[in-house]
């Protein structure tokens, strides 16, 4: 029995070994960051019943993984460890309980609690306050010198600020790549046929293990500090949240996230607030870091061979997991986009059992060369839609290549793929049954025609039960064929009819929005409405007079003349001015001016008055552009109740702020 345990942890130990070889050196991980885990704690746990067999040189008593030979060595004067990890609440409370046990003593706790990046860690050694060196983590005693790389990074200084600065200071943190930057220079890399990254984190320990610095100084990557190494000819903070301020203080990076907490309790409240806010960060984070305050405690309780004792990382649930893809299926959306979706074994990941993620087009099929039976790597950040990220292994003997489709899926209409578009397309518009189903519910939408009460499932069952094919339609419906309808009855009927007249009476935007037009949303639709006033002028307009239109380029231009080119869309169009809809006239206001144009809005938090949509349309319509996230560009920020990270991120950058009151005394005073 012995003998069978000791090859099931060498063997566990080899694979260990492999993944950090390619996790660590390679930059290309052969598993999930979840994987991994499962692995080491099966090996520490055999390790643990088992303390007769040797542990020298295990995994789980070493960090990293060795330096790359490409690079010069760097023996760290004081050893760069890493953490062990917890990953629940009763957790938490053991490695608590082992601290006091540890100390003999049981002591009220105060801990620094911070995000746990998801990067490379790095250590900066200043002497006399000049950056001097920067190394990686490596095995934990020998890391890479890539000084050259590092002083490209905007924000880590080359020269510390400040009063009583150390003559010797190691600091120690994390290089990251903000994921914005990530998906640009992703969507960039794919464009011009080059390899994309397969997350953050990856993407910034590549780009720092360049042995061109130039090439690194090219990738968009941040530095955070987390810690201190080396302390000569100077003194810190006794508290290791105040020596963070101390970094701070001296032009060091530091999170916004960084804060003190009490006991477990103070700790589990963070945690659950930083995984509500996780997809509100700039950064990838993977967990909390939770490290005893006291600098004292620290040294007396010290560390075992690859952690210390006085501090823990508690994980997130994964956000990347394999699984295997077991079929594609193609779908056809609103505007005939056909969208392969994967169909997944399912698998737990980010929270939620995931069985289905997009594919998005051809291309990206091809991108990812990916085939049925394949075992992918799937990833969902917080509420992203899942996505396939890599292809982790393929067996050529059962794998089957994915087949696009010739004709569409439900109306067996041609498909076509215009030059130079990713997307491709069903023929069939009106026609087919999948696109009158999403072109009435968008019709119908709260920012289109609002019909209040014909939801998603109502507008299926009409259309299903073939009561109507077209938009104008829903004028002709009557009480009788609408109660027999699944969770109808007579008083929804009344009401949806109600709604359904009621829309008559709207706006010219909002109509041309309603018709659906491939990408002509509302600020487009606004636009054609205030420079063309009349319908019969947008359905006439040549390219060239649409062109003159704010927010209508070339590619735009082409779509609303092919729309309006179509005899059924005509038709249609004639079927809804017949029913009865229209708007007030327009009239071109003197000069095109606006009392707001030019101005940049953000809304945030909950209104109490009116609500954010009502907010958005009284400001578009004194000419102001409300954008959702807030930049250097934005002159307004309107915060209400529960303002979040918005709020923040325009205080930072001197943004006005403007209360519900202020909106709206804004709003009368422009309107008058």
Same mark, same amino acid.
């Given at each position: ?87 629940? @609440?009763?957790?938490?409370? =053991?490695?608590? $309980?082992?601290? &006091?046990?540890?100390?003999? !003593?049981?002591?009220? *706790? +105060? ?115 987390? @810690?201190?190494?080396?302390? =000569?000819?100077? $003194?810190?903070? &006794?508290?290791?949240?105040? !020596?963070?301020?101390? *970094? +701070? ?424």
């Amino acid at each position: 029995m012995i003998k069978l345990i000791a090859q099931q942890i060498a063997s566990l130990r080899l694979e260990i070994e492999k993944y950090n070889q390619h996790y660590y050196q390679l930059d290309k991980p052969l598993v999930t960051d979840a994987e991994y885990d499962r692995k080491l704690r099966e090996l520490r746990q055999l390790e643990q019943k088992n303390p007769e067999l040797p542990q020298e040189n295990s995994p789980t008593q070493t960090v990293g993984s060795t330096a790359l030979s490409s690079f010069t060595k760097v023996t760290h004067e004081v050893a760069m460890l890493s953490l062990d990890n917890v990953f629940s @609440g009763e957790e938490m409370n =053991e490695f608590i $309980e082992r601290i &006091n046990n540890r100390l003999k !003593r049981v002591v009220k *706790l +105060k801990f620094c609690v911070e995000p746990k990046l998801d990067g490379l860690a790095i250590s900066l050694l200043y002497e006399n306050s000049i950056l001097i060196r920067a190394a990686t983590r490596g095995d934990g005693a020998i890391g890479e010198d890539v000084t050259l790389n590092v002083k490209t990074i905007k924000n880590i200084p080359h020269k510390l600020i400040g009063e009583h600065i150390p003559a010797r200071l190691e600091v120690r943190g994390e290089v990251v790549m903000p994921t914005a930057a990530f998906e640009k220079f992703n969507q960039t890399a794919i464009a011009n046929d080059a390899k994309a990254f397969v997350n953050p984190r990856n993407a910034a320990a590549g780009s720092l293990r360049q042995l061109d610095s130039s090439i690194t100084a090219t990738r968009p990557l941040a530095f955070y500090s987390y @810690g201190v190494g080396i302390i =000569e000819q100077g $003194e810190l903070a &006794n508290s290791h949240y105040q !020596r963070l301020q101390q *970094l +701070k203080s001296w032009g060091l990076p530091l999170t916004n996230e960084v804060q003190l907490k009490e006991g477990a309790k103070g700790c589990l409240d963070y945690y659950q607030y930083l995984l509500e806010k996780r997809s509100d960060l700039t950064y990838e984070i993977d967990g909390i870091v939770y490290k005893i305050d006291d600098i004292d405690l620290q040294e007396e309780l010290g560390f075992v061979a690859r952690a210390p004792r006085w501090a823990i990382a508690h994980k997130f649930p994964a956000q990347e997991e394999h699984t295997t893809l077991l079929d594609v299926e193609f779908q056809v959306g609103r505007t005939g986009a056909i969208t392969p979706v994967a169909i997944l074994q399912p698998v737990f990941v980010g929270g939620v059992t995931v069985s289905r993620a997009s594919l998005h087009n051809a291309d990206e099929i091809k991108r990812l060369n990916i085939k049925i039976t394949d075992t992918v790597i799937i990833r969902r950040a917080a509420d992203v839609i899942p996505q396939i990220v890599k292809v982790q292994s393929s067996n050529p003997e059962i794998s089957k290549n994915i087949i696009f489709p010739d004709v569409c899926p439900v109306c067996q209409s041609e498909i076509e793929r215009i030059e130079d578009e990713a997307i491709a397309r069903c023929t069939g518009g009106l026609y087919c049954a999948a696109q009158r189903k999403e072109a009435i519910k968008y019709f119908s939408s709260r920012k289109a025609m609002n019909i209040d009460g014909l939801g998603e499932k109502v507008a299926e069952q009409l259309v299903d039960e073939e009561l109507i094919n077209t938009p104008a339609d829903l004028f002709n419906l009557t009480s009788e064929q609408l109660i027999p309808l699944e969770r109808m009855g007579a008083k929804k009927a009344e009401n949806l009819l109600f709604a359904i007249e009621n829309s008559k009476q709207t706006h010219l935007a909002k109509f041309i929005l309603a018709l659906g037009i491939r990408e002509v949303g509302e600020a487009t639709a606004k636009n054609l409405a205030q420079h063309f006033l009349t319908l019969s002028a947008i359905q006439e307009a040549s390219t060239e007079e649409l062109l003159k239109v704010d927010d209508v380029g070339e590619i735009v231009a082409k779509h609303i003349r092919a729309f309006f080119k179509q005899v059924h869309n005509q038709e249609v169009i004639q079927a809804l001015l017949n029913a009865g809809i229209h708007w007030p006239a327009l009239q071109k206001q003197a000069g095109h001016e606006l009392p707001l144009q030019d101005r940049t809005f953000v809304l945030t938090g909950t209104l109490v008055q009116m609500d954010r949509l009502e907010a958005k349309q009284a400001l578009e319509a004194l000419g102001a552009k409300v954008s959702g996230s807030v930049s250097k560009k934005t002159n307004y920020l309107v915060a209400g109740e529960a303002a979040g990270s918005k709020l923040t991120k325009a205080q930072n950058l001197g943004v006005e702020i403007l209360s519900e009151e202020n909106l709206l005394l804004l709003l009368q005073k422009r309107d008058s």
